[in-house]
């Protein structure tokens, strides 16, 4: 896997695929405007919104030593709009066979404007949070909007030489 970044661009190719890696579809499929082009045809980061469901993604990303990347946002949050181009960009363009990537996301207010399950859990106070989980394991959690730190995370959890 390579990747080349600059000031404006961000490019990330792999040799397996040319489209979505080790995205899961989600049903909220087609809220991509005509301007997200180089988006994933499929939308390739998943959308959990339970602690039950969150939980059986990270045992089955164990059997296949998927990397875990996981974005927590709140609709009215500035910021995590700002991101979410930039990560669902990443999710076109990363893994490969030997270092999958899954890509989540989470809304920490569930429909009454109440904080998660999850996020309770978590103890998740702010947003746009990334969190990397590898075996089930947290291994890493910031607060950014900064798709280049995203990469380097990634990166660094999907090195040959990583056996978290």
Not at 52 to 69: G, H, M, P, Q, Y
Not at 95 to 107: M, Q, R, S, T, W
Not at 134 to 158: C, H, M, Q, S
């Given at each position: 896997?390579?990747?080349?970044?600059?000031?404006?661009?961000?490019?990330?190719?792999?040799?397996?695929?040319?489209?979505?890696?080790?995205?899961?579809?989600?049903?909220?499929?087609?809220?991509?405007?005509?301007?997200?082009?180089?988006?994933?045809?499929?939308?390739?980061?998943?959308?959990?919104?339970?602690?039950?469901?969150?939980?059986?993604?990270?045992?089955?990303?164990?059997?296949?030593?998927?990397?875990?990347?996981?974005?927590?946002?709140?609709?009215?949050?500035?910021?995590?709009?700002?991101?979410?181009?930039?990560?669902?960009?990443?999710?076109?363009?990363?893994?490969?066979?030997?270092?999958?990537?899954?890509?989540?996301?989470?809304?920490?207010?569930?429909?009454y404007?109440?904080?998660?399950?999850?996020?309770?859990?978590?103890?998740?106070?702010?947003?746009?949070?990334?969190?990397?989980?590898?075996?089930?394991?947290?291994?890493?959690?910031?607060?950014?909007?900064?798709?280049?730190?995203?990469v380097?995370?990634?990166?660094?959890?999907?090195?040959?030489?990583q056996?978290?």
């Amino acid at each position: 896997m390579t990747i080349t970044a600059g000031l404006d661009s961000l490019e990330i190719s792999h040799t397996l695929h040319p489209g979505c890696i080790k995205g899961v579809a989600d049903e909220n499929q087609g809220e991509l405007s005509d301007e997200d082009d180089d988006l994933c045809p499929v939308d390739c980061v998943r959308e959990f919104k339970t602690d039950e469901e969150f939980l059986k993604i990270l045992d089955k990303a164990k059997e296949t030593n998927s990397l875990v990347v996981v974005d927590f946002y709140r609709t009215s949050c500035g910021s995590c709009k700002y991101i979410e181009q930039g990560f669902s960009k990443l999710c076109k363009g990363s893994g490969d066979e030997e270092a999958a990537v899954i890509f989540l996301k989470h809304n920490v207010l569930d429909e009454y404007d109440e904080q998660s399950e999850v996020a309770e859990r978590l103890r998740i106070r702010a947003v746009p949070l990334f969190h990397f989980y590898k075996n089930g394991v947290l291994l890493e959690a910031f607060p950014t909007r900064d798709k280049e730190r995203i990469v380097e995370a990634i990166l660094k959890y999907t090195s040959s030489t990583q056996d978290a």
